[in-house]
């Protein structure tokens, strides 16, 4: 695969992410009124879990 290619899927999956976070607080903000910030949170933690699995598993 080009190294283009692999940028652009890159750049797609992480806007992706990204709309996902976005779309969640807009949500949340638009119905309740108040500003949670939760969502941060566990998408901090989703990304502690991937690195800590793709470490034990590429031992």
């Known amino acids: 695969m080009s190294f283009t290619l692999f940028q652009i899927l890159n750049g797609l999956i992480i806007a992706t992410l990204l709309y996902i976070v976005a779309s969640g607080f807009t949500l949340i903000f638009g119905l309740m009124r108040i500003v949670n910030l939760a969502h941060g949170a566990m998408y901090l933690l989703g990304g ?8 034990r598993l590429s031992q």
């Open 48 to 55: 502690y879990v991937a690195y800590f699995v793709t470490t």
